[in-house]
């Protein structure tokens, strides 16, 4: 509306300036005027205010590394040793395979406890945090029950090698040994094939 005003005011001097009868010039003016007042009455439009852009630092966690656990047939439970934490500053985000524990504002630093690859699956929605007064308590609700041989995932680095632990002296043999079915094969070496295979431990003698 303020916007209006301004854009009639500025027509109306315009055509002010060009009139030339008396009676025309009166009634621009008359009309100047009035907008001149209404536009006082409602005063300057407002100028819209940029958003405001969040300046809170990200923020930084100290992670927990000492721990103990146990468990049962049906849940694991893990013991951090922290004490004043508060339950409202804490934030818990448990998955089917990981979770991760918050601890905000604990005598001015925060601190976090996560697992990106647990042992087994578990049951988010039951899983939960317990604060105690020097300690907290993550309890994790097992998808199947038993027992778990530890508490993160571990790739299976054990398996064996076939090919790299095999005897290098056992290619060699058996090589031999088809060198000495080779030569049985030939009536002229014949005799020179017994030999190498009674050495070699061949069976084609």
Not at 24 to 50: C, Q, R, W, Y
Request: with cysteine; hydrophobic share 40%.
């Amino acid at each position: 509306m303020a916007e209006d005003l301004v854009l009639d005011l500025e027509e109306l001097r315009q055509l002010r300036s060009i009139a030339k009868r008396p009676r025309i010039v009166s009634l621009i003016n008359s009309e100047i005027h009035t907008l001149e007042k209404l536009s006082k009455e409602e005063g300057p439009a407002p100028v819209p205010t940029p958003a405001k852009v969040s300046s809170t630092p990200a923020l930084n966690y100290i992670t927990l590394g000492s721990f103990s656990w146990d468990q049962d047939n049906e849940k694991v439970k893990i013991y951090i040793s922290l004490e004043g934490v508060v339950q409202d500053k804490m934030e818990a985000e448990f998955k089917q395979w990981s979770f991760d524990v918050k601890f905000h504002d604990v005598q001015g630093k925060n601190y976090r406890f996560t697992s990106p690859r647990l042992n087994q699956e578990i049951v988010p929605e039951k899983s939960k945090v317990l604060v105690k007064p020097t300690r907290v308590v993550i309890m994790l609700f097992k998808a199947s029950k038993g027992n778990w041989l530890d508490l993160q995932y571990k790739e299976d680095k054990l398996k064996p090698n076939l090919d790299k632990e095999r005897d290098p002296m056992a290619g060699i043999m058996d090589l031999m040994k088809v060198s000495c079915l080779l030569f049985m094969l030939h009536p002229h070496v014949k005799a020179l094939a017994q030999t190498e295979c009674v050495f070699y431990g061949c069976d084609y003698v």
